[in-house]
């Protein structure tokens, strides 16, 4: 006899990295067929399959101590939902770390369709990371944002200074130290559009995955998301414009150096020619 799936109906959203995915978990959150667990970014598959050592017991603890504990007003929580969300932590920070743990982290899930994960280190897995992921599912659906290459790394470059209190540097760097950081793994890997693409369609069914632009997600709000709401086979919601409206996570505003698109220009184009053979027509206005 097989084992059934573990994960049951299992919805992913891997990236890429300041693409609109953290707008599209604020606003999925509010359709009531999409379950999703205290923290929106896992990493379990990027854990087990890429750096072992990541959800280590300190990390996990100090993600607690810091992101999850601060959150319960003892003036407005309702103690329910406060014993709920210490019995995720309670799961959190459970041992082993493997498929049974994560799929506890979805143990509240009540009539919901999928559990849902948006963990953009995702977007780094091999294929056959993927094609382990399908087979431990009774339906996998996985979402891929793509943004113009050039203001992605430019936004993701002020958002690490940003988080590392080095914004200086936006002021003081020259061509050749920005180039050096771009390059960093941390950084250049999210600009590998056509890599992802690839294992995506190396492992998974075409009905599996969709690929959406971030910039055709923001002149399309409604139109998009009802997109994925077909691709996920839910029901449309509508969502409230004062949600739609909002931004999340931005960078702090700072020009671009006329510069910085040259640093990067012959693999951005290299970057584009994969994405076009993967069968995408890119949007007008990319860098």
């Avoid at 707008?23 to 990027?46: D, G, S």
């Avoid at 909002?246 to 693999?267: C, I, N, Q, W, Y």
Wanted: glycine share 4%; hydrophobic share 40%.
């Amino acid at each position: 006899m097989s084992t059934p799936p573990v994960f049951g109906n299992l919805f992913l959203s891997i990236g890429a990295m300041k693409a609109g995915t953290t707008w599209l978990y604020a606003v999925l959150a509010r359709n009531p067929a999409l379950h999703f667990a205290m923290e929106k970014e896992i990493h379990y598959f990027y854990h087990r399959h890429v750096d072992p050592s990541f959800l280590s017991e300190e990390r996990r603890m100090t993600e607690v101590r810091d992101r999850y504990v601060p959150r319960f007003d003892p003036k407005t929580s309702h103690i329910d939902v406060v014993r709920q969300n210490f019995r995720w932590i309670s799961a959190y920070l459970d041992r082993p770390i493997d498929d049974v743990w994560y799929a506890n982290l979805f143990q509240v899930r009540g009539p919901q369709v999928y559990a849902c994960d948006f963990s953009n280190l995702n977007a780094h897995l091999p294929t056959e990371a993927w094609r382990s992921i399908r087979h431990q599912t009774d339906r996998l659906r996985v979402l891929y944002t793509m943004r113009d290459p050039v203001k992605r790394l430019w936004s993701h470059t002020k958002f690490h200074l940003e988080v590392t209190n080095e914004l200086d540097k936006l002021e003081t760097w020259t061509a050749d130290e920005f180039h050096q950081f771009l390059r960093k793994p941390h950084i250049w890997n999210n600009a590998e559009y056509g890599g992802v693409l690839r294992r995506l369609r190396e492992a998974l069914d075409p009905e599996q995955y969709k690929v959406i632009f971030y910039e055709d997600m923001h002149a399309d709000q409604r139109g998009t998301l009802r997109g994925i709401e077909t691709f996920l086979d839910v029901p449309a919601v509508d969502y409230p414009q004062d949600l739609l409206d909002k931004r999340f996570t931005e960078s702090v505003r700072h020009k671009m150096p006329d510069f910085f698109p040259e640093l990067v220009a012959g693999d951005i184009a290299r970057i584009r020619a994969e994405i076009e053979a993967e069968g995408y027509e890119i949007p007008g206005g990319w860098t």
